[in-house]
């Protein structure tokens, strides 16, 4: 059954509705700004991290630094309709996460959420070469003055790629330069499927996007599902890429504890090496089942946070996962693990003045 035609709320918005003339540009273009992600021609798709660096990691990362999570791209036009052109390699569907964040696009104008669109059944059903081509998707503002420049963020699918894109304004329209964020310098967030955004309901509902709204500051998610083990070559990776703040979450991935153990403050020395002086915020996995593994886990890594300062450390903030769903855990996830959008939500509100004062208070 399509609950399109019994729901016509169901139904996108497609360029077929639209009686003006579209002119296409390249988010390659300069007219954009290109955030958490960039364009790699060897690779003919948009990337994290570089698969040549990607690959000494393990295989999991090796894969999903194809996994756009964190992307975004910036314009501002004066144009009433906005529209997409779209090429994602397919992936498999997740059994407990929609698709429109696994696979979706999210605008959003002036920081409020307008829309999200994803490819419909048909899209995957037809796709050929593993590429799913949605075209002729729009969002079109209705109550918009002629001549008003709006600024526009466009995040990128969660858990999925993108291939190509493209942008669509009404022929003739004008550019504006792309708003800068406040805070330039990226907050660099390293962890689980959590971080990925693992399962938002659109991209811009995972924590970093409301975070990054909130205080107005650019960010850059390397959230690998399954894959965040703590390894020497990403955190020199990490080292490498200019950024403001810290946030190593990768407590969920460590496959026992005896691994956590082994690699946390390990992790924490090896980055400090290279970045001394630069905020870091301990994160601790914020499991509804609270048992006695997690007791160990969180003793790991508060000892980390503990050694940190022992040794002089002044920019090291922990936060412990089971207070980031408050009380309705049970409300907050869609498999007692993944955070629903609730669950993100939740898990801004309490991570968010971590990170103002990191970015703030920088000793």
């Known amino acids: 059954m399509d609950i399109s035609l019994i729901d016509s709320n169901f ?32 690779d003919d798709c948009f990337l994290r991290l570089p698969v040549d660096v990607a690959s000494t990691v393990n295989d999991g990362v090796a894969c999903l630094c194809k996994n756009t999570a964190g992307g975004r791209i910036r314009f501002s036009t004066d144009s009433k309709v906005v529209a997409f052109q779209v090429v994602e390699p397919f992936s498999s569907i997740m059994q407990h996460m929609p698709m429109t964040g696994q696979m979706g696009l999210a605008l959003y104008t002036d920081n409020k959420y307008e829309g999200t669109f994803a490819p419909s059944f048909s899209d995957i059903k037809n796709c050929q070469n593993n590429e799913i081509s949605f075209a002729n998707y729009h969002y079109t503002i209705y109550q918009k003055a002629d001549g008003e420049f709006y600024d526009y963020d466009l995040y990128f699918p969660l858990y999925n790629g993108v291939k190509k894109l493209y942008i669509g304004v009404i022929k003739g329209s004008k550019f504006n330069p792309p708003k800068k964020y406040t805070y330039q310098l990226p907050v660099l967030y390293y962890g689980s499927s959590i971080t990925q955004g693992g399962c938002a309901g659109h991209p811009g509902n995972d924590y970093q996007g409301h975070i990054s709204r909130a205080l107005d500051c650019d960010y ?11 390894e020497d070559t990403i955190c020199d990776y990490i080292t490498t890429l200019p950024h403001s703040v810290f946030v190593m979450d990768y407590d969920h991935n460590a496959p026992t504890t005896e691994h956590l153990e082994k690699t946390h403050y390990a992790f924490y020395k090896r980055y400090r090496e290279k970045c001394k002086d630069t905020p870091i915020i301990f994160l601790t996995r914020p499991d509804c089942w609270f048992r006695k593994v997690e007791k160990e886990r969180i003793s790991i890594v508060k000892n980390t946070y503990k050694k940190a300062i022992a040794e002089g450390d002044k920019n090291v903030y922990f936060i412990l996962g089971k207070t980031l769903f408050g009380k309705d855990k049970l409300a907050c996830t869609v498999d007692s693990c ?18 103002k004062k990191a970015l703030t208070e920088k000793k």
């Not at 918005?13 to 954009?32: G, R």
């Not at 993944?338 to 990170?355: C, E, Q, S, W």
């Open 220 to 230: 850059i998610n390397l959230g690998f599902s399954g894959s965040a083990r703590g």
């Open 11 to 42: 139904k996108p918005n497609v360029l077929t509705n639209c009686d003006v003339e579209i002119e296409w540009h390249a988010v390659e273009e300069p007219i954009f700004s290109i955030h958490g992600v960039y364009y790699s021609k060897q």
């Open 338 to 355: 993944h955070p629903n959008d609730l669950g993100f939500y939740k898990m801004a509100k309490r991570i968010t003045p971590f990170v």
